[in-house]
């Protein structure tokens, strides 16, 4: 091309040129027909995975509805210092202006008025029915002082906890969702303390999900990698079988597998009803093993043992005899040639298999609540909880958050230590 | 006399459609939510059934947990599905206060047969203005006879005697009922324990108070368990709602007994999400199954109570059982003598903190 170019006319050049334009021209419309064929993927995982996954992250922090309800009030308690007692007169004032004006400002402004009884309700109990009898009230205090009036309508008035919650929820964000999810609020003073020990339940229900995400990864994997070794060293007929029964529950219903563990472990089960009869329990004292920590672990590790088996049988698949056979004969012992030079190459599946299981086991949902019982459901469960029965959506939003950071953070780490290049998913 | 009822109400309720229907463009169908099971079932028997036959209107019925959730999720989404919900009056009540519920008239209900008024023939403080009730029903404990042969539990404070009564118990997860049932066991009078519950000491003493059966409790958390934990012998006695316990003994021929004292009862309400798209005709539809005649119905499929006095009188047999109703209501005298309402307000108020105390304690 350089060449050519030395000794062409300038004719040529123009040619060239517009040969090179030309390309560019033909390049780009590859590009952008590539582009269209994808966008609609494109669009769909933004539409269905970024924008979700962005608006629930952003739902945790956000919390507009004391500012939006209240906006004198919250103008009035700018300046106030719980410290120095009760707030003056103005914020009782403005409390009576802001809830009589939604009370008369037809259906949406009640609406607003029942949202910010229920805002206030999550952060201190029983101010709810304060709020809705006050607004109630509301529209025939027509003068002041209502600093008395107000303590009359309710003796909630005349402490400084509910202006000191009105006063920190009225900024359009907030940490108090975060702090929560880890058993802190804040004290009337403003410092973070811990919630008082009979409402402490989220740092023990942390720990318990990351126990039994880990306890199942190991069982998963003590148990996964036998089979799979198997699986990847048998003759291929009856291989392909056992697969077959590797896969068989894998398709089956998740629901199905949790509650055939319920018929299996239950009080008059399968398995009870056998020990009972070969005399090994006895029958009137018979072990719970459903509905606590032994029956989620359990099912769980049954129904996530297929994450494990699969990416360790391809990694398997993939490793040549010939290199046991090597070692075998340069002097190793069977044990000492397996630990040695056959396992260390096992390590992109175990790695895979176990980020994968790990990852699956501490988002679980169904299995927990279904045979976890009082003391075997995990952070899921609380979830779904404030999801579909407090509708306490901003802290859902926020125990999501923290998991799926929790989740990056291990998959970063695996990065750093093992490399996520080298996963190998099957 | 029931003939002539059922014509009055018919008469009444199809004037009022017609009011509706020239006001209004003709839908054709409507999603109504409902709870499932054996009392999905009453309800298309009674209400879904006639109401397709008498206007044309086919009904798509649809299964929920309970709870605001979809109904939430649907009405900040500006794309409402369900044109009725089933709920419970804490929902009514929270629903309605943060507008998620379209309002209801009152005016629309048909009076009872001999021309009361709906607002006095209806259960006093039972309507509410988004919800209108269908029935009363009740959260009981049921055992198993089998276990029990002889001096049988009778007590609310026998649920929590496990000298006495040795055995696991089926218990919802939840605080609410629990905890007054709690009390009442630890011998507070029904008519007391909300406002010993309004007190520290009070949640103290019935926490306490589960405290001593918390080994042997097995939790559920859907209606259809607690029958279901009974008859695998899971359980030998468990909380119910007692249609559910009812249903078990009359169609399935269970030994389970229902045990009436202390039960704590509630209210089950027809409620339209705000913006629903067929609100006419759901609003039809509240009209034409609250009359009564169509809460009598019900009654013959289910063992609930009806909403509207009225229609006690019209409760017949059980219609696959042939059972005579009356004596499984939870309202029949012998059953209503050491009966609790489920105070709304109470829980509104509190349920966030007791939550949270339950699910602490029951971590622990």
Redesign the interface.
Known sequence: MAQAALTATPAEIADATNLKAKLRRATARARRNAFLMTAPLLIMLLITFIVPIGYMLFRSVDDPVVGMAAPLTAKALADWNAETGLPPEDAYAAIVADLSRLRTSG??G??????L??RL??EQ?????VI?KTARKSTKLKEGPYKDALIKINKKWGEPEIWATIQRLSAPYTTVHFLASLDLHYDVDGSIVSQPE????YV??WL?TLYVGGLVTLLGLLLGYPVAYLLANLPTRISNLLIILVLLPFWTSLLVRTTSWIVVL???GVLLETLAWLGLVSDDNRPQLI?NMTGTIVAMTHILLPFMILPLYSVMKGISPTYMRAARSLGAAPAQAFIKVYMPQTIPGVGAGSILVFILAIGYYITP?LVG???G?LISN?IA?H??????WGFAAALGTILLLGVLVLYWFYDRIIGINKMKLG | MTFKFKLGSIALTSALALGLVATQAKAESLTIVSWGGAYTKSQVKAYHEPFTAKTGITIKSDDY?G???EV?AQVEAGNVTWDLVDVEVSDVV?G?????LE?IDQSILPPAPDGTPAAKDFLPGSLYECGIPTIVWTTIYAYDKTKFPSNPPSTIADLFDTKKFPG?RGLR??PKVNLEFALMADGVPADKVYEVLGTPEGVDRA?AKLDTI?DD???W?AGAQPPQMLA???VVMASAYNGRIFNAIATENKPFEIVWDGQVWDLDLWVIPKGAPNKADALKFVAFSTDTQRLADQAGWISYGPARKSSVPLIGKHKEAGIDMGPHMPTAPANFKNALQNDF?FW??????L???F??????
């Open positions: 259906t949406d009640k609406a607003l008025i029942g949202r009884a229920t309700n999550f109990p029983s101010v709810r029915s809705t009979v409402r402490r339940v023990t229900i318990r239950g009080q008059n509905y609540a019982g009082q003391r459901t609380f909880f999801m579909q029965k407090s509708l306490n | 947990n709870g605001l959730a939430k929270r309605c206060d943060e507008g998620l309002p696991k997860k939840v926490f918390k409790v097995i939790w958390e695998d012998g899971e307000e509104a108020d509190h349920a966030d903190e939550n949270e105390r699910n602490a304690w029951l971590a622990k």
